[in-house]
């Protein structure tokens, strides 16, 4: 059963001024804006991350999109249609999809196929589960003839850590959506098909270390359950939407934001996502980051702000909006959607 | 409520040098020294301090590894099996005097 999320249940964190005002209210020791030598800007674009609505059939207690099965945000055809033809023209080598659970858009097929034809390297964040759904259940083969990377959630190889965050019984399902993954060849050596696995601490506290992590669980995950993968990603957990919720609730807030701004390391800021992504909402909105668009941080003035009027040459090297939130890529080894950005 | 223990006294255990400073300055970098990655993984080495701070039964230590070996990446049930070790040992060591117990009562004893 699914978590209520933030909207449905009218908390005041589900808009995304309260939650800008929320972190801004914070005695914290610098701000990220002190942090930084000089403005961040961003160094090209490899990456069109595009969100393609809210709707999933989870409800993890830390997702910065605050998406579940009540959500009715989905990316309308127009906006689709506008993402693939910008890709189209410009050499962006990677399109990364996202949600919710992006496989729940009814054009998902269509855009992997597209963008695949365009020659593309696409990336599906997938939460598993959907795959364990009645219509879905062919999508392992999908993803596969197409060559898509699957990046797929999970919190931990134990049980209770990973319902605790995303539901019960999602670990059951995850394990044997991972299964079925390994049977069409994902993880598997020399298929050539990419599995990776991404994991966010079950609480408010920093990830651990990349690199250890990954040898632990690529020996528990085979001696427990026969399960191969590629690479594991941590990532922080963004004090924002459900997280920001979640340490509001326990007490954790002040805390945690003290930890990630007592974290804060310089080198990451070379690899910071932001500085070669760029993102697009299901409005077709344009975000610097997936974290952004959470809390309504469009690209910054005198900049394109819809996919309608993106071009490359105007965002290549678009100043970044910043905010309190982004201590949480910066902190230790840092942390984006590839994991990591120090190693 | 008043308390001998309060939780931010954690943060200032740097004020320990400020009496013996070049013995802080000792201490902290031996400390840091063992922590850092050898024949042990860091991991393991959160778990022994987080079992031995049960052990020692310090407070401040065990707030300090329990959120080490979370981040660190050990599962809360390995870190309540390492609990139980600290425990085990402990109620072992009680139990084991139970032999100089026993050599006493037989020397005393007809």
């Known amino acids: ?343 | 409520m008043d308390t001998y223990y309060h939780p931010k006294d954690l943060a200032r255990f740097g004020d320990m040098g400020k009496e013996a400073p070049e013995l802080w300055q000792k201490f902290s970098e031996w400390y840091g020294a063992v922590f850092k990655e050898g024949a042990l993984s860091e991991r393991e080495k959160a778990l022994i301090a987080l079992a031995v701070a049960h052990a020692v039964q310090c407070p401040y230590c065990i707030d300090a590894y329990t959120s080490a070996s979370l981040e660190k990446g050990s599962t809360p049930e390995q870190m309540t099996e390492a609990v139980h070790v600290a425990a085990a040992i402990r109620g072992g060591a009680s139990l084991v005097h139970g032999v100089q117990m026993r050599n006493r009562v037989d020397k005393l004893s007809m």
């Not at chain 1, 701000?31 to 990456?47: K, M, N, P, Q, R």
């Not at chain 1, 026969?226 to 002040?254: C, E, K, V």
Request: glycine share 8%; with cysteine; hydrophobic share 40%.
């Open chain 1, 1 to 343: 059963m699914a978590l209520p999320t933030l909207l449905n249940t009218r908390s005041p964190l589900a808009d995304a001024a309260t939650q800008r005002a929320t972190l801004a209210a914070l005695p914290l020791a610098r701000t990220f804006e002190d942090s930084l030598a000089d403005a961040l800007h961003a160094d090209g674009i490899s990456v069109l991350q595009i969100n393609v609505g809210k709707r999933c059939n989870q409800a993890c207690r830390h997702c910065h999109v605050d998406a579940g099965p009540d959500r009715t945000e989905v990316m309308p055809p127009d906006v689709v249609d506008a993402c693939l033809r910008f890709l189209d023209s410009t050499d962006i080598p990677t399109l990364d999809i996202t949600g919710g659970a992006p496989e729940l858009h009814p054009q998902f097929r269509e855009i992997v196929r597209r963008a695949r034809a365009a020659g593309r390297h696409v990336i599906d964040r997938c939460n598993l589960t959907i795959t364990r759904l009645p219509n879905y259940a062919d999508l392992p083969e999908f993803l596969a003839e197409h060559e898509v990377e699957v990046i797929a959630s999970l919190p931990s190889f134990a049980s209770r850590q990973t319902d605790a965050q995303r539901g019960e019984g999602v670990f059951e399902d995850s394990i044997a959506a991972l299964r079925r993954f390994n049977e069409v060849g994902y993880g598997v050596e020399g298929s050539g098909l990419v599995l990776n696995l991404v994991t966010n601490p079950v609480g408010a506290f920093l990830p651990a270390s990349q690199q250890a992590l990954e040898a632990d669980w690529k020996r528990e995950l085979q001696r427990r359950h026969g399960i191969s993968f590629n690479r594991l990603y941590t990532i922080t957990n963004m004090p924002i939407s459900r997280f920001l919720q979640f340490l509001a609730d326990s007490g954790n807030l002040q805390a945690y934001m003290e930890k990630l701004v007592a974290a804060f390391n310089p080198a990451t800021i070379g690899g910071l996502m932001c500085r070669y992504t760029l993102s697009v909402g299901w409005d077709g909105r344009l975000y610097d980051c997936d974290f952004n668009q959470m809390i309504d941080l469009g690209t910054a003035a005198g900049f394109p702000a819809t996919i309608f009027e993106a071009e490359v040459a105007a965002l290549g090297h678009r100043r970044i909006v910043i905010g309190p939130h982004c201590f949480g890529c910066t902190a230790g080894a840092g942390s984006s959607c590839g994991g990591v950005t120090v190693t």
